[in-house]
């Protein structure tokens, strides 16, 4: 039986086999083992932005409920078990390598992807658990997705914009149609609103799989200008439902937009036998927490001790917002979450990227805001190196950058340079907000 450090050994030599989309491998290997995702109910969740907040609050939600639920997401932040939970518990060191061996073993000579790997292993442990669902996050598009040999409960589109171009299509028409490919025959569609080129595509491939489709912002609306105080109106997709009192513990408006999936999940899962009171809906959207996603932290400037903080200025402190933003929609809304909830003398950004992301896109959004840019590059063979990242600033910018090539030495040079009144954020990769977060307050998955 192979060690943890043995298991993750072998997923390091995965990672130099590159992307492959396809289902081939998948249902091969599936079918070795018994074919456990046809012995889960399952929540599966596509799009660009916001899958890991929805998939994060249905996991809340329902856990409220008492209801023992998997989540499968990706990426980690620095440990590659988070990709693994049961409720509030992610899976153990003991389970991942026992199971890292079954899939091992029933592969024999045959070759997959670290991605189709830690889907298996994910698929594996949920089946032993005895769960009442699964939710399950696509890695890269929805049709060729390793997790799309599943079929659903209910599918879920959120937010659709451009990423991963060289796989997906170089249109918001064909980056849709994979998000779209998760649309089984029958099985019911929630998706989040976006461009008309967008709702086209869903709207035909719902049409030739004779899957209902419920849209935000058609079927179902919210209503409310705060997260603080919202309402969910269930339009002609819910008739007379309506939901008072919401609110949603994550920052930025786009959460509510989230929260409204959510809510329209859970209104099929009751169709589908689960019991979930408005209350526990409500408890659930309030007490998300979701790592690396709009997180603030209030440190020790020397100590990096947590600070409690009610709105009041900390001597000897930095501030730091961590916000896996990485792609020119979520740094959009990262800007406007800046202006709208946030207050600062100066901002400091710490930024790094993957050479294959729209690098000039980001920085487009986010220099506007930034009193100070610090270069930096987070370990992985498709990280941007410091010189690559400022080729794409304005060569008026350039000069002004900090290039510093080690996590810690950027941390570091942001720190000089802020007071208790500035504000450090780190962005443009959630492989950077996960290296910094483990330096800040260490790693999010326990021994």
Known sequence: ???????????????????????????????????????????????????????????????????????????????????????????????????????????????????????????????????????????????????????????????????????????LTEVAGEKAGIIKPGVTVIAAPGPIEVIKVLEKKAAEQSAPLYRLGYEFHYSGNSNENWSWAGGTFALGARIEGL?????????????????????????????????????????????????????????????????????????????????????????????DEYQYKKLYVVWGAMIDKDIKGGFSSILPLADGLILTRPDGERSAEPEQLAACLPEDVRDKAVLARDVVDALKAAEQLATPDDMILVAGSLYLVGAVRKELVGELVGA
């Not at 008492?66 to 409720?87: A, D, M, Q, W």
């Not at 000579?109 to 790997?117: A, S, V």
């Open 247 to 339: 609110r949603c513990s994550m920052r930025g408006a786009y959460q509510r937009e989230n929260a409204s999936l959510v809510v329209a999940i859970v209104h099929i899962l009751k169709e589908n036998g689960f019991d979930l009171s408005d209350d526990q809906l409500r408890q659930g959207l309030a007490t998300v927490v979701w790592p690396g996603r709009l997180e603030y932290l209030v440190l020790g400037k020397e100590s990096r001790a947590q600070q409690q903080v009610n709105g009041e200025r900390v001597e000897n402190s930095v501030r730091y917002l961590l916000d896996g933003a990485h792609n020119p929609a979520g740094v959009k809304n990262l800007t406007m979450t800046l202006a």
């Open 1 to 171: 039986m192979m060690t943890y450090d043995e298991a993750l050994r072998l997923l390091d030599e995965l990672q130099m086999h590159k992307i492959k989309l396809g289902l081939g491998a998948m249902h091969s290997f599936l079918e070795k083992v018994g074919e456990p995702e046809k012995k889960l109910k399952i929540v599966h969740v596509a799009g660009t932005n916001g899958k890991g907040s929805v998939s994060a609050s249905l996991l809340n939600v329902l856990q409220k409920a008492g209801y023992k639920v998997g989540l499968y997401t990706s990426p980690h932040l620095s440990c590659v078990r988070e990709r693994f939970r049961i409720n509030d518990t992610f899976i153990s060191e003991a389970d991942f390598a026992r199971i890292a061996q079954q899939v091992a073993d029933a592969l024999g000579d045959d070759q997959i992807t670290y991605f189709e790997f830690t889907t298996a292993l994910g698929l594996l442990w949920f089946v032993e658990n005895d769960l009442d669902l699964v939710i399950l996050e696509t890695g890269l598009g929805g049709r060729l997705d390793a997790t799309n040999v599943v079929t659903p409960l209910v599918s879920v589109i959120t937010s659709i914009s451009m990423d991963h171009e060289a796989y997906l299509g170089t249109t």
